[in-house]
């Protein structure tokens, strides 16, 4: 089976960097992807790693660590509309699509 | 990317009753996937959806609660059947896109 673990909550204040840490379990590996979500909105794709290293995305970056099993997405400049759950979330060994992710952590941004 | 359209975006069921959620994608695809967020959780895949064949249910969903149809390889349905108040939720279509997926807006769903 396949599970991933990640912080329930962060809090920053406005400016800083947080970073969101991903571990996870599974029978076979296609990557690692972070997805961002506003309350009342949907989940949308903010990054994905195959190989290990870091992947910049202006003010977002995520790395990836396959021998450690590990991930994070890093927040910089943080804004207050940076508010949002992000989930980290692995691909089935077995179904293209078929994704597991984790529970979700709340970030909130303070002024 | 796809763009993905997702209609009701929004609605207010009455326990026992279905509604079905439509789902456009802008382009041809093999596979669809419905996904479900119940309230402050995260998302579960309930079924994969491909065009020419009856969909797959995960553990835990079954095709008499969850039909779907996949006429076309641009457009499924979903129907949520004999509602309760436990299925309320975020009904999320998506589609594959490189190697990871992609979401259509949403359908929120309240039973009451």
């Known amino acids: 089976g396949q599970s991933l673990e990640q912080p329930s909550e962060v809090t920053a204040v406005e400016g800083a960097i947080v970073q969101i840490n991903c571990t996870y379990q599974?029978?076979?590996?296609?990557?690692l992807s972070w997805y961002q979500q506003h309350d009342g909105g949907a989940p949308t794709f903010l990054s994905y790693?195959?190989?290990?290293g870091l992947e910049e995305t202006g003010r977002f970056s995520s790395f990836l660590s396959r021998s450690d099993s590990y991930g994070y997405l890093l927040l910089q400049e943080l804004q207050m509309k940076d508010s949002a759950s992000y989930f980290c979330?692995?691909?089935?060994?077995?179904?293209?699509?078929?994704?597991?992710f984790g529970a979700g952590t709340q970030v909130v941004v303070t002024p | 990317s796809a763009v993905i359209s997702q209609k009701p975006s929004r609605d207010i069921c009455q326990r026992g009753t279905s509604l079905t959620i439509q789902c456009q994608v802008d382009?041809?695809?093999?596979?669809m996937f419905w996904y479900r967020q119940q309230p402050g959780q995260s998302l579960t895949l309930i079924a994969t959806a491909n065009q020419g064949s009856e969909a797959t249910y995960e553990s835990g969903f079954v095709i008499d609660k969850f039909p779907i149809s996949r006429p076309n390889l641009t457009f499924s349905t979903l129907t949520v059947s004999n509602m309760s108040p436990e299925d309320s939720s975020i009904y999320l279509c998506?589609?594959?896109?490189?190697?990871?997926?992609?979401f259509g807006e949403g359908s929120w769903l309240t039973v009451v």
């Open positions: 382009s041809q695809v093999t596979m």
């Open positions: 599974t029978s076979g590996f296609y990557g």
């Open positions: 998506s589609v594959p896109f490189g190697n990871t997926i992609y």
């Open positions: 979330a692995v691909r089935d060994a077995d179904s293209w699509g078929k994704f597991q």
């Open positions: 790693n195959a190989l290990d």
